[in-house]
């Protein structure tokens, strides 16, 4: 590969590694500090969970990986992003297209309804995907036995390819973005709120079927959600966003079964309505999240945290390691740490 | 109510800047809207005291001495093919010319809009009738409609404004009842009916401003169209009589002579130009100065 | 009307009450069918589904913005679907709709104070404008909302804040029930909880009795006294949250609950087989259950003649065959063939 190969990420696995990230948009009014310092990796076949509100960061950090930020207004100040070894951010626009977007790295949008052509059949959609990312010259028959291969591996049957959007359901549409996905066998795919628009019993089938294929293709997945659930059932990893940065980060054991957690994590889960126990008050986060323009110079949550102390505002609190997996952003488990992760 | 107010909480939360305090401060931000503005006042000028900066006599006094004259410190802007002054011709033109654009746009923006405001509103069959009638008008082309109007009419500048005001009528009507629709099915309009408003208020207090834009601007514009439009009917003899100093009619009239004396069709030209610019300027300008979204 | 005649009335009471579309020229949707259940003064009835099951057309019906097609709704005992507009106008007063949409259900062009006067000066509450002011800001701060905010419009403002707005304009005529469409769905977690909160608030310090429609189950379990669980048009089962939740009987309900990720470990990656198949559209239904294509347990009843909604359990109703036979029930098909049609 380029001269971008770094050993040391490929010995751990990881298809992603994503360092030090930081983003802006910039306009002549005003500059929004939409990532900052944000380090993470996904290992090959592993399910990562990138939890937070609107506003959080989750799709800006999923666009600066696929380097579809838009145009004027986004760019990565800091950082580095390796896929399977090679900086994203120092190839060629060409060598992103032609390569690895929609080859190597696919990624899935929310919305089900406006993400696939409406004049254009299933089929056709699959097949414009396989044909454009076709280093091994495959026939015109190969890739159309690729189209039903695709289509029945995302449970839809192989008859149906020659039908148009609008005659699937919101669940069968989404299915099919997955199918286009995952047509061309990508290392990593980025699912940003795959189910949100979908029904419960769908958004159920959907993830189940993600999870299926994700065991059968061993893709590295990044999915991006605001729903712990969707988190606590298809993910190994996960971290909590909260105004551009990673305020907790650790396997799905140290976010939901451990006594330590960022006082963000905490009210998240104070604001989800328990199915096992009676009608009470909900615990929420009072307050909103700080305007992404002009962020506090301390803690980004030390307006809405109950434990906020004097440090909080007049230091940033760093990533703080408690154990191989688990890192919280918050000075109160300044003395439990074993390393500070310097941003 | 143990979470109700306190009784003296006197806080007045319907004070507010005064409605047209706040669009005037948003309509001045915005420089193009500004100059047209400048634009339509100097029209509006020419027009209300024509008599005074210009001399009315001259308007139609035949003066075979001085016939093609090209600008000078006597008049300004030449003379015609008749020896008329053009410079009271013109300023004299802008009463009549403004007066059609304005009263043909604002009759054709009352009866179009009302008719797809109730279109869009009530829907059904009264919806399909008004918008039938008005597809089978807009398959007339509209300066032959006003044309056959006119003609069954009479000519007199009364008629012209009807007759190119129903012309009108159909894109007007299409037009409210499209961009109405976006807004009659939104929440806020149920929630409005929700509370027991009755269809009066919910149709001019809460669809039509947020229905306004595209009809504000398209109002605008056809209020120079409406212009150019008399002026041809004015060519072909239905429009304004000569000899009344129209500016379309003047344009027609010199037109014969552009190339030997081109300062006859500058004039009118430039005077139409400013006042359908000036028009759409402004309209845009309203536009946005009244949308608060678009504030600041 | 004194409260005394109507103690043991319910607030609400609805009495097979249908909403059908017509679609073309001769097929009908029946958005809601034969749909009954009543409210009591002070309580919650959650109504779940998923899209398309009828649940926001019910809402509708119920506060008259859609004409029923058939059925009655009874507020405070009195059938109100005869009642003429003028006389509906004056019973709005006390029935009000929180929306879903914090964005599209705020008129863009109207500042905040002037929202939540609209429902006010439309019904002349007030003679003078000091005194709605005053009401204007006193509503404001009930909700949460700052009066500093009072010139705000709806675009300056965030997801949570505007909801607010909907809630106090709602809340602006002192009804006494109010259909919640979807209130919380749109906002953020934090928020959510913050609303549901206000709500609940709400409905302790003012008696409020809440309609609340939702696709989420545990924020459905969470603020209702009863639910009913809706399918296609149709009531499927009905009982107290508790109940509901503890021992769902419908196999439509126990396929909801299977499908809810709860955010913790226990039933981490474990097979959810019983979720499949989809919803599909209540274009002249044929009579029989509706959920018999999806269903496990399909007998061949089920789609020959409609389930009979009946109580099984002391207040837990179902309509299913199925449940009928495993707590031994008497069929009542035999008395009922000819109801089948619609």
């Not at chain 1, 896929?83 to 626009?93: A, I, M, Q």
């Not at chain 2, 439009?229 to 000899?243: D, E, N």
């Not at chain 3, 017509?22 to 919650?44: C, M, N, Q, W």
């Not at chain 3, 310090?205 to 809706?230: A, N, P, Q, R």
């Amino acid at each position: 590969m380029s001269e971008y190969n770094f050993n040391n990420s490929d010995k751990d696995g990881y298809v992603l590694e994503i360092k030090d990230l930081e983003v802006i948009y910039e306009t002549d009014l005003e500059t929004v500090h939409a990532v900052n310092n944000v380090s993470f990796s996904v290992r090959a076949g592993e399910t990562f969970g990138l939890v937070g509100e609107t506003g959080a960061g989750k799709t800006t950090t999923a666009l600066s990986i696929l380097r579809l930020l838009p145009d004027r207004t986004g760019k990565v100040t800091k950082g580095e992003i390796f896929f399977n070894g090679e900086n994203l951010l120092e190839l060629s626009d060409e060598v992103m297209r032609k390569e690895i977007n929609g080859e190597r790295v696919s990624m899935i949008f929310q919305d089900p309804m406006t993400s696939l052509n409406p004049i254009m059949n299933v089929g056709e959609q699959i097949y414009e995907a396989l044909k454009y990312h076709n280093p091994e010259k495959k026939t015109k028959e190969e890739l159309e036995k690729r189209v039903e291969e695709t289509l029945e591996l995302v449970g839809i049957p192989k008859k149906r390819k020659n039908e148009y959007p609008h005659q699937f359901s919101g669940g069968m549409k989404q299915r099919v973005i997955i199918a286009i996905a995952l047509a061309c066998k990508p290392e990593l795919l980025i699912a940003d709120e795959p189910t949100t628009a979908l029904d419960v019993t769908i958004q159920a089938q959907v993830l189940a079927m993600m999870s299926e294929l994700n065991e059968k293709l061993g893709t590295a997945t990044i999915l991006i959600t605001h729903d712990l659930g969707v988190v606590a059932n298809m993910c190994d990893d996960a971290a909590v966003m909260y105004a551009g940065e990673l305020v907790e980060l650790g396997t799905v054991e140290d976010i939901f079964e451990s006594e330590d957690h960022h006082p963000y994590t905490v009210g998240l889960f104070g604001s989800i309505p328990n199915l096992d126990e009676e009608r009470e008050r909900l615990q929420p986060i009072e307050g909103l999240m700080p305007d992404p323009t002009a962020l506090p110079f301390g803690c980004h949550f030390q307006d809405r945290c109950p434990y906020c102390f004097d440090r909080c505002i007049n230091e940033h609190p760093q990533l703080l390691k408690l154990s191989d997996t688990h890192s919280i952003r918050c000075h109160l488990f300044s003395d439990k740490a074993l390393e500070v992760n310097h941003d | 109510m143990a979470l109700a107010a306190t009784k003296n909480n006197k806080s007045i939360a319907l004070k507010r800047k005064g409605k047209l305090k706040e669009f005037w401060r948003r309509y001045k931000k915005n420089r193009s809207a500004m100059v047209g503005l400048v634009l339509l006042l100097f029209i509006l000028f020419c027009a209300i005291f024509a008599n005074v900066i210009a001399d009315e006599d001259a308007v139609t006094r035949h003066n075979p001495e001085i016939r093609r004259q090209g600008p000078s410190a006597e008049h300004w802007f030449g003379t015609d093919i008749y020896g008329r002054d053009i410079y009271s011709r013109v300023i004299f033109g802008s009463r009549i010319s403004l007066m059609i654009g304005v009263f043909s746009a604002a009759l054709s923006l009352l009866l179009g809009g009302v008719l797809g405001a109730v279109a869009a509103y009530f829907g059904g069959w009264l919806d399909d009738i008004i918008m039938r009638i008005m597809d089978m008008l807009m398959s007339i082309p509209a300066t032959l409609l006003a044309l056959t109007l006119v003609a069954a009419l009479g000519s007199s500048t009364t008629n012209l404004v009807i007759a190119l005001a129903l012309s009108n009528l159909p894109s007007f009507a299409r037009l409210t009842r499209s961009s109405m629709l976006t807004v009659v099915d939104s929440d806020y309009v149920e929630a409005a009916k929700a509370y027991g408003a009755r269809n009066g208020h919910v149709i001019f207090k809460e669809v039509m401003p947020n229905a306004m834009g595209p009809i504000i601007v398209q109002t605008t514009q056809s209020v120079s169209n409406m212009i150019l439009t008399a002026s041809s009917l004015s060519f072909l003899g239905v429009g304004v009589q000569a000899p009344a100093p129209e500016w379309g009619a003047m344009l027609a009239e010199a037109r014969e002579f552009m190339r030997q004396f081109p300062y006859m069709i500058i004039s009118p030209g430039i005077f139409i130009i400013i006042t359908a610019l000036s028009f759409n300027l402004v309209g845009d300008g309203f536009r946005d100065a009244l949308d608060p979204r678009l504030k600041d | 009307m004194t409260e005394a005649t109507h103690k043991d009335t319910p607030l609400v009471e609805v009495i097979d009450l249908s909403k059908y579309f017509s679609i073309g020229r001769k097929s009908e949707l029946h958005a809601v069918d034969k749909v009954s259940f009543a409210i009591d003064k002070g309580k919650t009835l959650g109504i779940v589904g998923e899209s398309g099951c009828g649940k926001s057309t019910l809402g509708r019906t119920i506060l008259r913005l859609l004409e029923p097609t058939s059925g009655q709704i009874l507020f405070e005992g009195e059938d109100i679907t005869k009642y003429s507009k003028t006389r509906m106008r004056q019973l709005r007063r006390t029935m009000q709709i929180i929306f879903q949409d914090p964005y599209a259900s705020l008129n863009p062009r109207k500042t905040v104070a002037d929202i939540i006067s609209q429902p006010l000066i439309v019904n002349n509450i007030f003679d003078s404008k000091d005194k709605l002011a005053e009401r204007v800001a006193e509503l404001m701060e009930i909700v949460g909302l700052a009066t500093r905010l009072s010139d705000a419009y709806p675009h300056e403002l965030d997801g949570g804040r505007r909801q607010r707005i909907g809630v106090a304009r709602a809340l602006a005529l002192r009804p006494k029930f109010i259909v919640c469409d979807e209130p919380v769905s749109a906002l953020d977690v934090s928020i959510q909880a913050q609303i549901l909160n206000l709500l609940m608030d709400l409905q302790d310090d003012m008696g409020l009795t809440y309609m609340f429609i939702t696709h989420d189950l545990s924020v459905v379990k969470h603020i209702s006294d009863e639910i009913c669980v809706m399918y296609l048009g149709q009531i499927v089962e009905k009982s107290s949250s508790r109940d509901l939740f503890k021992n769902p009987l419908h196999p439509y309900t126990q396929m909801l609950l299977s499908a809810i990720l709860a955010p913790n470990l226990s039933r981490r990656k474990t097979k959810k087989g019983i979720v499949h198949g989809e919803v599909t559209s209540p274009i002249d239904p044929t009579p029989g259950c509706r959920f018999a294509p999806r269903c496990d347990y399909r007998m061949e009843i089920c789609t020959k003649a409609d389930p009979e909604f009946r109580e099984v359990e002391p207040n837990h109703y179902v309509a299913c065959y199925k449940v009928e036979q495993d707590l031994g029930l008497d069929s009542y098909i035999s008395g009922n063939q000819n109801e089948t049609g619609i």
